[in-house]
């Protein structure tokens, strides 16, 4: 599995987006691009970014309404707003909106860069994280799984694999995005080494006869819920 943060540039400016890309790239980051405000939603939920860059003036659908469906949907990804606007007002709206930091065009790439290695160390797991789903819980210091009093044993893959679900609960999640996040290659559609591990991990999570929380959505990948 890649440890490469994933960064999601959405900018209608193709010279910015490019200068971003290369910079972040050359840094080891993986980079996605988007050119409007609706193309960055569907990347965002496509792509599953550990953090955004987003423009806040772009034709169509803005980078604050952009944020503001992020976050009505639940979702924690770390945003960076770029903007040409200087107000006070612009920057207090644009946090108020969900944004976590805020950056003022023309910018420094060094600035950028280092308020992404900012965003990037703020949103990593804390210690003594664990999460809960139901009544599965995910030790990430430990790499181990519980239901209930049960503990469950996990291989690095079927740990990575149950990491990706329980931080996107309820989303379903494409067979593109589980092989790009737990494996770092895109999807063989021959290949079914996705399949054998939801089957591994199923029969782990479900070994004292609980119910299934982790469903196969025909057509289009997997979904953790009850």
């Known amino acids: 599995m890649s440890d490469a943060a994933r960064i999601l540039v959405v900018d209608d400016d ?3 987006r490019a200068v971003v890309r290369r910079g972040l790239a050359y840094e080891g980051y993986r980079v996605v691009e988007a050119a409007s405000g609706e193309d960055g939603l569907d990347k965002a939920r496509e ?5 955004v860059i987003l423009d806040v003036m772009m034709p169509g659908l803005s980078g604050l309404e952009v944020t503001r469906r992020l976050r009505s949907s639940g ?3 770390a945003i960076l707003m770029l903007t040409a606007r ?3 007002r612009d920057r207090v709206e644009g946090l108020e909106t ?5 950056l003022v065009k023309p910018f420094n790439f060094e600035e950028l860069l280092a308020r992404v290695h900012a965003l990037l160390r703020r949103r990593a797991a804390p210690a003594g994280e664990i999460l809960r789903f139901a009544d599965l819980e995910l030790d990430v210091d430990a790499r181990e799984a519980g239901r209930g009093d049960r503990r469950i044993e996990l291989t690095t893959t079927e740990y990575n694999l149950l ?3 329980m931080r996107h609960p309820r989303k379903v999640l494409t067979r593109d995005v589980i092989m790009e996040h737990v494996w770092a290659y895109d999807f063989d559609g021959e290949s079914n080494v996705l399949e054998v591990y939801v089957r591994y991990l199923r029969n782990k999570l479900e070994a004292g006869h609980e119910p299934r929380l982790l469903h196969t959505v025909r057509g ?5 819920r009850e």
């Open 14 to 16: 193709p010279k910015i």
């Open 47 to 51: 792509h599953l970014p550990d953090l």
């Open 75 to 77: 979702d924690a990804v």
């Open 86 to 88: 200087d107000e006070v």
């Open 98 to 102: 969900g944004a976590d930091d805020y």
């Open 163 to 165: 990491l990706l679900f």
């Open 220 to 224: 289009a990948g997997y979904v953790l």
